[in-house]
């Protein structure tokens, strides 16, 4: 398509046209014409812009040199076997899960049956208690693995099922793991400070269960 100045020859002060072309069209280098002598006249092309198209993909803005294979993604049918996942890795090993408690498992405890007798008592979506006999000097204990949910309602189960354990517990009692809470200002450094009603309730937990905080030595914070 020509517009109409360039088809009527009108206002052309210098050597150029304007001439649409589809977006999808194969820009020439040259053309060729006949003047007004009747001499067929080659003429190159120079263009200010033009649009890059891929010729794998097929479409614009990028050339086929910064083109992206997108690998497939794999979906299988069915999820593997929790024995096949763990492999080799537990042939001198035992292992408990929270599986049935969760459909992610959140907590997966292995330990070397040459070493520990573990019989697990309880299980919930945040913990896992087991009675412990540590069978080279016959040591029989009790242990808590918690990984407890980031919401402060969310953890109330936990404290919960915690209190009961300590009413029942006999033995020696550990709890261990990733409570997502603080008992004091100080155990965090950096970001927003924390409010007495969001680490009442764990203060409170250890409390009433008797527990006391485990002594550590080194570096804070990491």
């Given at each position: 398509m020509?517009?109409h100045?360039?088809?009527?020859?009108?206002g052309?002060?210098?050597?150029r046209?304007?001439?649409?072309?589809?977006?999808?069209?194969?820009?020439p280098?040259?053309?060729?014409f006949?003047?007004?002598?009747?001499?067929?006249?080659?003429?190159?092309?120079?263009?200010?812009?033009?649009?890059t198209?891929?010729?794998?993909?097929?479409?614009?803005?990028?050339?086929?040199?910064?083109?992206?294979?997108?690998?497939?993604?794999?979906?299988?049918?069915?999820?593997?076997?929790m024995?096949?996942?763990?492999?080799?890795?537990?042939?001198?090993?035992?292992?408990?899960?929270?599986?049935?408690?969760?459909?992610?498992?959140r907590?997966?405890?292995?330990?070397?049956?040459?070493?520990?007798?573990v019989?697990?008592i309880?299980?919930?979506?945040?913990?896992?208690?087991?009675?412990?006999?540590?069978?080279?000097?016959q040591?029989?204990?009790?242990?808590?693995?918690?990984?407890?949910?980031?919401?402060r309602?969310?953890?109330?189960e936990l404290?919960?099922?915690?209190?009961?354990?300590?009413?029942?517990?006999?033995?020696?009692?550990?709890?261990?793991?990733c409570?997502?809470?603080?008992?004091?200002?100080?155990?965090?450094?950096?970001?927003?400070h924390?409010?007495?009603?969001?680490?009442?309730?764990f203060?409170?937990?250890?409390?009433?269960?008797?527990?006391?905080?485990?002594?550590?030595q080194?570096?804070?914070?990491?």
């Open positions: 020509v517009d100045n360039t088809e009527k020859r009108n052309l002060n210098f050597a046209l304007l001439v649409e072309v589809e977006m999808r069209a194969q820009l280098d040259e053309v060729k006949k003047n007004e002598k009747a001499k067929v006249i080659e003429q190159p092309m120079q263009y200010d812009w033009k649009p198209l891929c010729r794998f993909c097929k479409k614009y803005r990028h050339v086929e040199e910064e083109w992206r294979v997108k690998r497939k993604v794999q979906n299988p049918d069915q999820v593997p076997r024995e096949r996942l763990v492999g080799d890795h537990t042939k001198q090993r035992q292992y408990t899960t929270n599986l049935e408690n969760y459909y992610n498992i907590i997966w405890l292995t330990w070397r049956h040459n070493y520990y007798q019989n697990p309880s299980k919930t979506t945040q913990q896992i208690t087991c009675e412990v006999m540590f069978l080279p000097l040591i029989a204990f009790e242990i808590s693995y918690v990984y407890v949910f980031n919401s309602e969310d953890r109330k404290w919960e099922s915690l209190l009961i354990q300590s009413r029942r517990c006999s033995k020696p009692w550990m709890v261990l793991g409570f997502n809470s603080i008992l004091k200002a100080n155990d965090r450094i950096g970001g927003n924390e409010s007495w009603s969001e680490i009442v309730d203060n409170e937990c250890v409390t009433n269960c008797g527990l006391l905080e485990f002594p550590t080194g570096n804070r914070y990491t």
